[in-house]
Nanobody, 129 residues
Framework: QLQLVESGGGLVQPGGSLRLSCAAS????????IGWFRQAPGKEREGVAC????????TDADSVKGRFTISRDNAKSTVYLQMNSLKPEDTAVYYCAASSHPSVQAMCAPPTEKLYNYWGQGTQVTVSS
């Protein structure tokens, strides 16, 4: 069974950068689209970014456009989320998830949590001075 482990979270000052990693074990990532989601205290979980199986499609939430970049290295079974110009409102637990749904695999669409089969445990990102 596919297992996902996030890493790279931590405390950073506003304007700083972090790179999150999502590493797979138990199975390779190359058959899945991978999404990053986040959940801030008292808020619902929201989608942040997605990368298709072939890396031909990526999607970003409006709140992170131009600041966050998702990428994947299938040889390493790892997906990355590069986060720049971080803001206090980016503070949340960040989760990666894998989807084998055909349209998500191909185009990261629709952006529906229920279509993601496997989830990591999350990594905390705190943006504060």
């Amino acid at each position: 069974q596919l297992q996902l482990v996030e890493s790279g979270g931590g405390l950073v000052q506003p304007g700083g950068s972090l790179r999150l990693s999502c590493a797979a074990s138990g199975y390779t990532l190359h058959n899945y689209a991978i999404g990053w989601f986040r959940q801030a205290p008292g808020k619902e979980r929201e989608g942040v970014a997605c990368i298709s199986r072939s890396a031909g499609y990526t999607t970003d939430a409006d709140s992170v456009k131009g600041r966050f970049t998702i990428s994947r290295d299938n040889a390493k079974s790892t997906v990355y989320l590069q986060m720049n110009s971080l803001k206090p409102e980016d503070t949340a637990v960040y989760y990666c998830a894998a989807s084998s749904h055909p349209s998500v695999q191909a185009m990261c669409a629709p952006p529906t949590e229920k279509l993601y089969n496997y989830w990591g445990q999350g990594t905390q990102v705190t943006v504060s001075s």
